[in-house]
């Protein structure tokens, strides 16, 4: 394992900036149906599903003993032979695929909200966010996890104002339960989808160094505070709007005013940016491992092709790929399951610091397997 290159609140804030996107505004618009109280049931039920899945990717990890991504993982231990090889190759060209589409929605949709709160062209906007998202990468993970703590207390501060400015109104969000099975499906998805962080795991991982029970540590509490952040925009969003919009700050802007749209709004553009950091130093790494370029290659190879198919006119064709990239993550999921099981069968390390216990038991597995599973459910029902 490498030395320690991330703090802990480093290695937790990249946990956050992962998995806060733009998903988070969608989850009041599926939750108006089903009600708070059944929000209260999905989301500690959601983040225990995340949980087990991400920290079997660390024990993962722990047994390998090494720093390595996803693919390489799957290489070690379930994409073996020449059979093996090339539906790895086939892997690697999806999830290339499909963390394209999601860096390239998120300097579309951070760049239309800087062009509109600055009025400036969207090219110069979209440029200005790929320099600054792109430009913290640049320099590794060391600068990532100091940039993310600084992103995460600026989504929990924005979201803080927000609170603060719907204090003096009366909220009264539905407390239900209520709506039908496939509407609680939905919104399962949907929040399982604010809790993905899963290719950011190995950094957090590499990060830490040596210190295992501290990586397993940063992993659960940024879940959870993702799962703080869901339950608040959600919370606000049903007191306030009526009806609550498919992206919720509109309709809070509606009712607070127009400084809430931006404050909203500059929530929504930190929320995009600490995504892009964590997905395209992912991305980096990874092909940094597949392919042995150099690092810098990796990373411009990883970022660049973001602002590219912008500016060559196929936004068309990015929901599709995006819709193909989460298909692909959950397959991705799925996979850990066995990967996990060889893991502890033939691991370089035997006895880690750190395992999952009784918690990586077959009906635990199982479990996981069932939630995945109605994950991809709920994700289809939103399509």
């Known amino acids: 394992m490498t030395d320690r290159r991330l703090g802990f609140w480093g290695a937790t804030s990249l946990m956050v900036g992962a998995g806060v996107g733009a998903g988070i505004m969608a989850v009041p618009y599926l939750a108006e149906r089903v009600g708070l109280a059944a929000l209260a049931v999905i989301l500690p039920v959601a983040w225990a599903a995340s949980a087990l899945v991400h920290l079997m990717l660390a024990e ?16 070690l231990y379930v994409l073996r032979g020449r059979g093996g090889r090339w539906i790895l190759w086939a892997v690697f060209a999806l999830l290339s695929v499909a963390f394209l589409a999601n860096l390239a929605a998120y300097v579309s949709g951070a760049g239309e909200i800087v062009a509109d709160l600055a009025g ?21 993970l060391r600068a990532v996890g100091i940039a993310e703590r600084f992103g995460a207390l600026a989504l929990f501060g924005l979201l803080a104002v927000l609170v603060v400015g719907a204090a003096g109104i009366a909220l009264a969000p539905a407390a239900g339960p209520s709506g039908s099975p496939s509407e609680w499906l939905a919104l399962y998805g949907m929040v399982m989808y604010a809790y993905w962080t899963f290719y950011s795991v190995p950094q957090v991982v590499a990060g830490m160094g040596s210190d295992h029970r501290g990586a397993v540590r940063a992993i659960l509490l940024g879940l959870a505070l993702n799962g703080v952040l869901t339950a608040v925009v959600a919370f606000v969003a049903l007191g306030v709007s009526s009806p609550v919009t498919e992206v919720a700050i ?7 005013g127009d400084w809430a749209g931006v404050v909203g709004s500059l929530f929504i553009v930190a929320a995009l940016v ?6 395209s130093l992912a ?28 500016w060559l006119g196929a936004r068309e064709f990015l929901e599709w790929l995006r819709l193909a990239g989460g298909a692909t993550a959950i397959v991705v999921a799925l996979i850990t399951i066995p990967m996990y099981r060889t893991a502890r069968r033939i691991g ?36």
């Open 60 to 75: 993962v990890l722990f047994r390998t003993g090494r720093d390595l991504q996803v693919v390489e993982l799957m290489r």
């Open 120 to 140: 400036i062209d969207r090219r110069y906007a979209e440029l200005l966010v790929y320099v600054v998202s792109a430009g913290v990468v640049f320099f590794g």
């Open 250 to 256: 509109i309709g809070i802007a509606d009712r607070l």
């Open 274 to 279: 600490t995504s892009y950091w964590s997905v």
């Open 283 to 310: 991305l980096a790494d990874i092909l940094r491992e597949r392919t042995a370029i150099p690092v810098r290659l990796a990373w411009l190879l990883a970022t660049l092709p973001s602002l590219l198919v912008l």
């Open 348 to 383: 370089a390390v035997a006895v880690p610091d750190w395992t999952l216990g009784r918690w990586g038991s077959p009906a635990m597995l199982a479990l996981a397997f069932l939630a995945m599973v109605l994950m991809a459910a709920g994700s289809l029902l939103q399509l």
